[in-house]
C-alpha cells in the first residue's frame, strides 16, 4: 500500500480578521511553490464571478502570507442580503482553493467563528467563515 497522495492546497493555518483587515497564513501542500513564481490570493464573488480582487502574497518556501483591507470589498456595489467570496491562490498556471483539510477537526462552519469586521463608510460587515467543505471564504452582511 502506497502513500496517499495529497491533493495541492493551499492550507490554512491561521486567520486574523482585525483593525479593518484580514490576514490569512498557510503553506502550500501537494505542489512546488516554484523559484521566483509570483503568486496572489484572489477573492472571488460568488453572486458575481467578474468580481475579483487580488492581492499579493509573501511566500517563504511553501508558507504564504496575504492582507487586505475589508474597505476594498465596498467597491462593488450592489450587495443583496449577503454575499459571498471565495479565496483562491493562483500563481497564473495553478489556482488552489484555500482552505483547512488537513487537521483533525470537521464541521469547522460551526467550530471556527470569526469576528465580523464592519467596512468604513459602508452598510455591511465582513467575517471569515470556513464552508461545508472546509474551505475559507468570506460573508458580506448588511
Known amino acids: 500500500m502506497g502513500v496517499p497522495q495529497v491533493k495541492p492546497q493551499a492550507e490554512v493555518e491561521q486567520v486574523w480578521p482585525r483593525d479593518g483587515r484580514i490576514?490569512?497564513?498557510g503553506r502550500l501542500h501537494g505542489v512546488d511553490a516554484g523559484a521566483g513564481a509570483r503568486w496572489r490570493l484572489q477573492l472571488t464573488r460568488r453572486s458575481r464571478t467578474d468580481h475579483v480582487l487580488r492581492y499579493d502574497a509573501d511566500l517563504d518556501?511553501?508558507?504564504?502570507?496575504?492582507?487586505?483591507?475589508?474597505?476594498?470589498?465596498?467597491?462593488y456595489d450592489g450587495f443583496g442580503a449577503a454575499d459571498q467570496w471565495d479565496l483562491h491562490l493562483t500563481d497564473g498556471a495553478r489556482t488552489l482553493r484555500v482552505?483547512?483539510?488537513?487537521?483533525?477537526?470537521?464541521?469547522?462552519?460551526?467550530?471556527?467563528?470569526y469576528p465580523e469586521q464592519r467596512v468604513p463608510g459602508a452598510d455591511f460587515g465582513v467575517r471569515p467563515y470556513f464552508t461545508v467543505e472546509d474551505?475559507?471564504?468570506?460573508?458580506?452582511r448588511s
Open 23 to 25: 490576514r490569512v497564513v
Open 61 to 75: 518556501g511553501a508558507r504564504f502570507a496575504c492582507g487586505w483591507d475589508v474597505v476594498d470589498l465596498a467597491a
Open 99 to 113: 482552505g483547512r483539510k488537513l487537521d483533525d477537526i470537521r464541521g469547522k462552519k460551526a467550530v471556527m467563528v
Open 135 to 140: 474551505n475559507l471564504s468570506l460573508e458580506c
